[in-house]
């Protein structure tokens, strides 16, 4: 892109600036996506920046980068020449792979990313009016076993870094052509407007790098999405559900499915550690600590399985009290899965009976089933291709 001009450039650099580097650790250049600020301050010193310039130097790397989609530091011309050399020399600003990108008839996106050690991720835009969600991974794979969930089914290869998590947003916004252009009026109309931690991954089991990320993406000076725009969703890791509040203050979802402990034993195996009373307990706390909107309960619709009315009042007497909204998500299937989507009366039945008790019961319409995007669909394409062709529109 062509590199705006924001003001005038800086007095020439000093000698001092170009210091050594004495605490960069070795082995080719320090990615800058993901570092939070502090991070960031700590790398530019480490590289030679002085101390007394760190702050306006992290400003306006963390601009260029995060704010303008700027990749190469010979772009950031409000910085003087010897500098952007001194950056060049240390750091790199590396997005994972675009593998393939491969669009729905819904206009769904979804995008296989490649990261470092040859693992793959996937990502998935969803196009609304108005509007637009990215549903980004925290893992490869995942630990939990959820016995509906497609990525369930492949074991945890890695968390991602913070820098892998951001780069998804920043490479979705490559993709929608969305970063600003210089001169041109803003546009408030955000092509992703909403982002949702709901892909591949448990993200309470790669809290710290989720949370950087996160506080990169709601940087004001940057990618800029308030924290009432990002959903955080939990098959329910009750201990750090306190701290999701308190570090990060984002909105909060959580795979319920199940009524019983019985059946959510079965369903989100991980309620066998922590069962339904103590999610709710921890989940009664999370407004208040994070003064964020209502809970967003998840439930995905089993035929015969957890979708009778039963189960539907059962729902609304455990919750009684907790702000909530209930999406009922009709159950996606992939090769294999030991299920079936409930009828649609009766997942209307049920959001019927939710909706009377006084909740929100919004269906969840699937989207980009044609190209495995949907909810519980996504899993590493290195897997999944052998049993399937993958369609692919580059
Ligand atoms: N690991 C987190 C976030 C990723 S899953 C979690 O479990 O909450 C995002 C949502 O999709 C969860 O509510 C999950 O239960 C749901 N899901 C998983 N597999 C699904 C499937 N096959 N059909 C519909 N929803 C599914
Ligand atoms: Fe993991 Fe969430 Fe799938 Fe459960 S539903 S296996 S926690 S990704």
């Keep these: 892109m062509t590199a705006p001009t924001l003001g005038p450039t800086d007095a020439p650099i000093t000698q001092d600036v170009l210091t050594l580097p004495r605490k960069l650790p070795e082995g080719g250049p320090v990615n800058l996506v993901g570092l939070t600020r ?61 593998v393939t990108r491969q669009v729905s008839a819904d206009g769904t996106r979804k995008y296989l990313l490649r990261i470092a050690g040859g693992h793959e991720v996937e990502t998935v835009y969803i196009p609304e009016e108005g509007r637009g969600t990215l549903c980004i991974s925290s893992q490869v794979g995942c630990t939990l076993t959820c016995s509906f969930c497609h990525t369930g089914t492949q074991k945890l290869v890695r968390n991602l870094t913070a820098g892998e998590i951001v780069g998804q947003v920043m490479l979705a916004r490559d993709d929608l052509g969305e970063w600003p252009v210089p001169g041109a009026p803003k546009d408030e109309t955000r092509l992703i407007s909403n982002v949702v931690l709901m892909g591949m991954g448990e993200p309470l089991y790669n809290f710290e790098n989720v949370r950087d990320a996160m506080k990169v993406v709601m940087d004001g000076e940057g990618l800029s999405l308030s924290r009432r725009r990002i959903t955080l969703s939990t098959s329910g890791v009750v201990p750090e559900i306190a ?22 034993d ?11 009373e103590a999610l709710l307990n921890a989940l009664r706390e999370y407004p208040r600590l994070s003064n964020s909107e209502r809970i967003t309960f998840e439930y995905v619709m089993l035929k015969g399985v957890n979708d009778s009315d039963a189960d539907a009042r059962r729902l609304v007497k455990l919750i009684a009290g907790i702000p909530a909204k209930i999406n009922l998500i009709p159950f996606n299937e992939w090769p294999g899965a030991p299920y079936q989507r409930s009828d649609w009366d009766r997942i209307e039945a049920f959001a019927d009976i939710v909706y009377k008790a006084g909740y929100a019961s919004p269906i969840r319409t699937p989207r980009g089933e044609d190209i495995m995007a949907a909810c519980g669909q996504l899993k590493s394409a290195t897997e999944r291709a052998r049993r399937e062709k993958v369609a692919l529109n580059p």
């Excluded at 999701?244 to 499915?257: K, M, N």
């Excluded at 079965?266 to 339904?276: A, F, G, Q, S, T």
């Design 38 to 98: 502090d991070q960031l301050r700590d790398a530019l010193i480490a590289a030679g920046t002085p101390e007394r310039q760190a702050k306006m130097r992290v400003g306006q790397v963390w601009q260029w980068i995060y704010h303008w989609g700027v990749r190469d530091f010979g772009a950031m011309t409000n910085l003087a020449k010897d500098y952007r050399a001194l950056l060049a020399a240390h750091f790199a600003i590396d997005l994972p792979e675009v």
């Design 243 to 264: 701290r999701t509040a308190g570090e990060i203050g984002c909105l909060l979802a959580v795979s319920f499915h199940g009524t019983t402990d019985e059946i959510r």
């Design 266 to 276: 079965r369903l989100v195996p991980i309620n066998k550690r922590w069962n339904i």
